[in-house]
């Protein structure tokens, strides 16, 4: 295969796990969290700037995680406890974040060059080129987190979290408490996104401050993509469905960008794409009804 | 085993809309009562299961079931020791998960949920065995989601996963209204099967007089709040829907209210 094409793949296997994470705020429970527009930048800031200044890959990544959980677990307490709407509560905790990242850089971009990252050490250990590289810690990072994520919506600390999506009313009469079960899959989602950020951010060669701006969009447009090419059958369906629609999402704009679209255009023709995504059952209701009047 | 003690609830208070929905209403449930309340719109009824249920707090008063003063709890605590249905079948369970796992997770309601994997094996054969008993052929659609079963069999299975773990009060309100006649027959049998098999304490709303006289032992009159009329044993048993009518218009001094409450 052409490095260019591995290349692409390695890139959708890499911001598969920000769009897992969306997938969790998004289908599991049931709600549109945009906290992952800092959440992002923020596990690349927190992972850059303790690897710059000496730390290893793994405590970067762990951190990272760590400072996703917080994240979400602002956003749940607004939305929870504060009863402050969960969108408006996820575009507090991304505003907030901007200045938390920049504190945390001290500046708006954090060069990794010269610094050893997953990705030099996997080269070093493999002996392979860029693009198999990011394709070997992609597959890694997102087999690991998948089957992580597949045993723990299976528990009943997940189960539960799953029923929260669908019905509150009803895990609430089973006796569990929402508002936890909301915190959680927030936290969990998050984590899962901040650590994408510090996983793109290494591979980039440096974090800024700017680099979360339509992560969720492209988060979304994985999930749907996704879930219309590769069915909804399973919690497990679902998501290699969403993994293999983050790759699908790299190739389309692999080859719009081929074709001649200005990268300028990549956010413009992201929303797009999305938004007729999620018009599609309306278009589709309207479409069948005139038929049957007909 | 249920005490509901002089509680008061009123909605929206100080505005136009201000409901006093629940005046001083007291009901003592013994246990295995199978109480049937019935009464017009607005009378109450929904509104005295939600307090019990825990959905809001209440304004004045006390709960208290078998010796627990739950009053204070939150309805997710209040789970451990009630059982619920809800009128409307999209509201007790969850459409897009398996059968089995809403079932799983009622077999553990109340308890806090840990990290162990939520179906296993030895369940399966008892959830078998259970929804076999229901007789609508759900034990071959374990796996089948629950958004896919009709409104008839999705209370059928909601009424399972309430008692699947015994609960020391069920409430059920109004659980066959929105079901059409020929359903909502079999899921009234059904509940009488399972309350009368675990001698389950009960308090099960319905807009049906006839059903109301027809299954329990006891039955509640609601009026404006308040616990009305309040018959069990015998005096129940021979009761007919003229002497209900006829108790309640004397009760209430309304003449008119018997019609609304027929047509309620």
Redesign the interface.
């Known amino acids: 295969m052409s490095n260019l094409a591995v290349s692409t793949v390695a890139q959708g296997l890499l911001w598969a796990v920000m769009a897992l994470g969306v997938y969790v705020t998004f289908r599991v429970l049931d709600l549109a969290d945009l906290t992952c527009e800092g959440s992002f930048p923020l596990g690349a800031a927190t992972a850059a700037t303790l690897m710059a200044s000496g730390h290893s890959v793994s405590t970067a990544i762990l951190a990272a995680a760590v400072a996703g959980m917080l994240a979400g677990a602002v956003t749940g307490f607004l939305t929870t406890k504060m009863k402050i709407p969960a969108l408006l509560a996820g575009i507090l905790t991304m505003i907030a974040l901007y200045s938390v990242n920049l504190r945390i850089m001290g500046k708006a971009n954090l060069s990794l060059l010269g610094v050893d990252t997953v990705f030099t050490y996997t080269q070093q250990a493999l002996g392979l080129n860029n693009a198999y590289t990011t394709f070997v810690v992609g597959l890694a990072a997102t087999l690991l987190i998948g089957i992580g994520m597949y045993w723990f919506f299976?528990?009943?600390?997940?189960?539960?979290i799953?029923?929260t999506?669908?019905?509150q009313?009803?895990?609430?009469?089973?006796?569990?408490?929402?508002d936890m079960t909301i915190i959680l899959g927030l936290i969990i989602s998050n984590a899962l996104i901040s650590v994408s950020g510090a996983l793109v951010g290494q591979n980039n060669g440096f974090a800024d401050v700017g680099m979360g701006v339509g992560t969720i969009v492209i988060g979304l447009a994985s999930v749907i993509i996704g879930e219309v090419l590769f069915g909804t059958r399973s919690f497990k369906n679902c998501m290699i469905s969403v993994v293999l629609g983050s790759v699908v999402y790299r190739i389309v704009i692999a080859v719009v960008l081929q074709m001649g679209m200005p990268p300028n255009d990549l956010k413009l023709f992201t929303s797009v794409l999305v938004a007729i995504a999620l018009s599609m059952p309306l278009i589709k209701a309207k479409f069948k009804g005139r038929k049957v009047a007909r | 085993m249920l005490q509901v003690e002089h509680i008061y609830k009123t909605f929206f208070p100080g505005t136009i809309n201000e409901k006093r929905a629940l005046v001083d209403t007291t009901l003592h449930l013994k246990p295995g009562d199978f109480t049937t309340v019935i009464g017009s719109n607005g009378a109450g009824k929904s509104t005295m299961l939600n307090a019990i249920a825990g959905v809001w707090p209440i304004d004045k008063g006390r709960i208290v079931i078998d010796g627990v003063d739950i009053t204070k709890e939150p309805e997710h605590k209040r789970a451990r020791y009630i059982g619920r249905v809800f009128q409307d079948p999209m509201l007790g369970t969850a459409a897009g998960m398996m059968i089995e796992e809403n079932l799983a997770i009622a077999s553990r309601r109340g308890q806090f949920p840990g990290l162990s994997w939520s179906s296993s094996s030895e369940q399966h054969d008892r959830f078998y065995e259970m929804l076999k008993e229901l007789n609508l052929g759900l034990e071959d659609r374990m796996t089948a989601h629950v958004g896919l079963l009709s409104g008839g069999q999705r209370q059928a299975l909601t009424l399972l996963m309430a008692t699947i773990k015994k609960p020391k009060l069920l409430l059920l309100d109004e659980h066959t209204a929105a079901l059409d006649p020929k359903t909502a027959e079999k899921v009234l049998e059904l509940t009488d099967t399972i309350v009368e098999r675990d001698r389950l304490t009960t308090l099960m709303i319905t807009h049906n007089m006839r059903d109301a006289l027809r299954f329990g032992n006891r039955l509640v009159m609601m009026h404006e709040g308040r616990v009305l009329i309040d018959v069990d044993g015998e005096e129940k048993k021979n009761l007919k829907i003229a002497d209900l009518l006829a108790m309640f218009e004397k009760a209430s001094g309304d003449g008119m209210a018997s019609d609304k409450l027929l047509l309620g």
Request: aromatic residues 4%.
């Open positions: 299976g528990t009943e600390i997940g189960a539960a799953r029923a999506g669908f019905n009313q009803m895990i609430r009469a089973q006796g569990v408490n929402t």
